[in-house]
Nanobody, 122 residues
Framework: EVQLVESGGGSVQVGGSLRLSCTIS????????MGWYRQVARNKCELVST???????YYPDSVKGRFTASLDNAENTMYLQMNDLKVEDTAVYYC????????????????WGQGTQVTVSS
């Protein structure tokens, strides 16, 4: 059974940092691309990071240099380290199992977590 559970969201001031966690079960990081999305509008999610099977990563310009995704195989957990947070980073963040598509897509899917709220205030 595939399960993805996010945690680590919360409230932070502009310039602060948060680390999100996504604990997985039912599949292996070695066999699937993994990524993070955030909800930017009603039922519209933006891909903010990927970790591919070959280890390469992707970040859009909106978060590049501030967000870093990583995998801990021993703990079956994917992380998203978010630094220098901005008000526009406020969103529900979701982890997901690939294949993934760069850009915008409908939020949710069979291999998405439930989401965790990140709120950034000035």
């Amino acid at each position: 059974e595939v399960q993805l559970v996010e945690s680590g969201g919360g409230s932070v001031q502009v310039g602060g940092s948060l680390r999100l966690s996504c604990t997985i079960s039912g599949f292996s990081f070695r066999e699937h691309e993994m990524g993070w999305y955030r909800q930017v509008a009603r039922n519209k999610c933006e891909l903010v990071s990927t970790i591919s099977i070959d280890g390469s990563s992707y970040y859009p310009d909106s978060v590049k240099g501030r967000f870093t995704a990583s995998l801990d195989n021993a703990e079956n957990t994917m992380y998203l380290q978010m630094n220098d947070l901005k008000v526009e980073d406020t969103a529900v963040y979701y982890c997901a199992k690939g294949p993934l598509t760069v850009g915008l897509r409908r939020c949710g899917g069979d291999f998405w977590g439930q989401g965790t709220q990140v709120t950034v205030s000035s």
